[in-house]
T-cell receptor, first 115, second 117 residues
Framework: DTEVTQTPKHLVMGMTNKKSLKCEQH?????MYWYKQKAKKPPELMFV???????INESVPSRFSPECPNSSLLNLHLHALQPEDSALYLC??????????????FGPGTRLTVT | AQKVTQAQTEISVVEKEDVTLDCVYE???????LFWYKQPPSGELVFLIR??????QNEISGRYSWNFQKSTSSFNFTITASQVVDSAVYFC??????????????FGKGTLLTVNP
């Protein structure tokens, strides 16, 4: 099973709203990632969690707040977003290094529209 | 700094044609990993293949084949007898080993492949 699930699939929110994106995997992966992807562009890394600790923050604005409650779950809390934050938000996970596998497995994404 | 170049922005072929997607990379690491991902219109990035820097064997999986050449820093992807379902954006990516168990991917800009019936 190489499935990463994300909810919701689509989200429309106003600039004053607070919402959360959810990502889940049950593959025993210990690294989880948030990416932002604009149309016709490659994914851009936002955050990396390794063993439930924030490992990388790619200078993301504080209106995006990640959370990793346990090894299977990753959230992205959104507050006071701007219209330019509208994008596809992708979650990914990768196996432990000891597994010998290094690829990231991606979820289907959440299409976010900020109005 | 790592860099991945996919010079072909868009490719259009007719069904059953063979097509090769080019990928050239730059890295100072001696150990690295290369990947190809497929992104259909639905949006999900689908992992296709991983190649280690110390393994230059070419690989074939059905209609897909990959040619890895360290001497030219290239990792090209060929689809034989293309089908309409192959229409997607294809990304080549290079991994940088981070701390712990995470890997930072550097993506190319992607190649949009359209297979026409």
């Amino acid at each position: 099973d190489t499935e990463v699930t994300q909810t919701p699939k689509h989200l429309v929110m106003g600039m004053t709203n607070k919402k959360s994106l959810k990502c889940e995997q049950h593959m025993g992966h210990r690294a989880m990632y948030w990416y932002k992807q604009k149309a016709k562009k490659p994914p851009e890394l936002m955050f990396v969690y390794s063993y439930e600790k924030l490992s990388i923050n790619e200078s993301v604005p504080s209106r995006f707040s990640p959370e990793c409650p346990n090894s299977s779950l990753l959230n992205l809390h959104l507050h006071a977003l701007q219209p330019e934050d509208s994008a596809l938000y992708l979650c990914a996970s990768s196996p432990p290094r000891t597994s010998g596998s290094y690829e990231q497995y991606f979820g289907p994404g959440t299409r976010l529209t900020v109005t | 700094a790592q860099k991945v170049t996919q010079a072909q922005t868009e490719i259009s072929v007719v069904e059953k044609e063979d097509v090769t997607l080019d990928c050239v990379y730059e890295t100072r690491d001696t150990t690295y990993y290369l990947f190809w991902y497929k992104q259909p219109p639905s949006g999900e990035l689908v992992f296709l293949i991983r190649r280690n820097s110390f393994d230059e064997q070419n690989e074939i999986s059905g209609r897909y084949s990959w040619n890895f050449q360290k001497s030219t820093s290239s990792f090209n992807f060929t689809i034989t007898a293309s089908q309409v379902v192959d229409s997607a954006v294809y990304f080549c990516a290079l991994s940088e080993l981070g701390g712990g168990s995470n890997y930072k991917l550097t993506f190319g800009k992607g190649t949009l492949l359209t297979v026409n019936p």
